[in-house]
């Protein structure tokens, strides 16, 4: 069994002015390495994952190095963990692209990708890590796409439902893969 520790990527510059970044490469908010740090002290007096993995976008690789820099040596990263590429409404108004989600389940975004897609390269990344760190703890640093990908291969709730509700800050999630 895979035991899961999920958290989402801190705050980035689109994320304060409320546009949807997707594969955007955005770097953190000054806000957003406050949270990278509180992410770090969380995790410094609980048993650490045996490996960290992040996608390759500015936000993960910073979110990550920032939390976990006494750690380096088991980061990594990885592609398949980024957000669903919005194509043309990458840096949209938030509101405008979380309000049409359910509408890119099985059709792309313009230019873009969609649910199902993200759902195909996640449930790729989740059998290579079961096969190579089953039976250990790796933490997961991904954006709310991350998350509901990740509650609909291993929680088993609908997509459609999943990325119609809004993701809600919490101190990490947790998910287990048999």
Same mark, same amino acid.
């Given at each position: 069994m895979l035991n899961i520790s999920f958290?989402?990527?801190?705050?980035?510059?689109?994320?304060d002015n409320l546009l949807a970044s997707g594969w955007g490469d955005v770097r953190l908010s000054p806000t957003g390495m406050d949270q990278a740090k509180k992410l770090g002290e969380r995790h410094?007096?609980?048993?650490?994952?045996?490996?960290?993995?992040?996608?390759?976008?500015?936000?993960?690789? /910073?979110?990550?190095?920032?939390?976990?820099?006494?750690?380096?040596?088991?980061?990594?990263?990885?592609?398949? *963990?980024?957000?669903?590429?919005? %194509?043309?409404?990458?840096? !949209?108004?938030l509101s405008q692209v979380n309000g049409q989600k359910a509408d890119f389940?099985? /059709?792309?975004?313009? !230019?873009?990708?969609?649910?199902?897609?993200? *759902?195909?390269?996640?449930? %790729?990344? *989740?059998?290579?890590?079961?096969? !190579?760190?089953? %039976?250990?703890?790796i933490l997961i640093i991904g954006g709310p796409d991350i998350k509901c990908g990740l509650d609909y291969l291993l929680n088993r709730t609908p997509i459609e439902q999943t990325v119609a509700e809004p993701v809600v800050w919490q101190p990490g999630w947790t998910y287990e893969l048999a």
């Open positions: 958290e989402l990527t801190a705050t980035t510059f689109d994320d410094s007096g609980q048993y650490m994952p045996d490996g960290i993995f992040h996608s390759d976008l500015k936000s993960a690789e /910073q979110t990550a190095a920032i939390a976990f820099s006494v750690k380096a040596n088991v980061m990594y990263t990885d592609w398949r *963990l980024r957000e669903v590429n919005y %194509g043309d409404m990458t840096s !949209n108004p389940v099985t /059709q792309p975004y313009p !230019n873009g990708e969609s649910y199902n897609q993200l *759902l195909v390269r996640l449930s %790729g990344f *989740l059998n290579e890590a079961n096969t !190579n760190w089953g %039976g250990k703890v």
